[in-house]
């Protein structure tokens, strides 16, 4: 069982920048694809970016293609996800994913709040 560990998120105004981190520990996850997710308030959860194991395969939702950009350190077992020119429609609690939705390995999250 992988445990995912969330963090960078915070209170931010437009256009501003944060970089959200994701440790992961019990197991490596230089195996899995690993995603980001968000849910805002009275929303439901919705898919933010992929990469793929090696790092060399990534894709974004349309709504983040362009500001946002995901990485992944495998030799710190982490994954990141930089957010540029936030908006406040980015307002959301952000949640990591190892392999996808459908398995049971999510971080608790971290809340994002951009200002307008």
């Known amino acids: 069982q992988v445990l995912l560990v969330e963090s960078g998120g915070g209170l931010v105004q437009a256009g501003g920048s944060l970089r959200l981190s994701c440790a992961a520990s019990?197991?490596?996850?230089?195996?899995?694809?690993m995603n980001w997710f968000r849910q805002a308030p009275g929303k439901e959860r919705e898919f933010v970016a992929t990469?793929?194991?090696?790092?060399?395969?990534?894709y974004y939702a349309a709504s983040v293609k362009g500001r946002f950009t995901i990485s992944r350190d495998n030799a710190k077992n982490t994954v990141y996800l930089q957010m540029n020119s936030l908006k406040p429609e980015d307002t959301a609690i952000y949640y990591c994913?190892?392999?996808?939705?459908?398995?049971?390995?999510w971080g608790q999250g971290t809340q994002v709040t951009v200002s307008s």
């Open positions: 019990g197991r490596t996850i230089s195996s899995d694809p």
């Open positions: 990469i793929s194991w090696s790092g060399s395969v990534t």
């Open positions: 994913n190892a392999g996808g939705p459908s398995t049971d390995s």
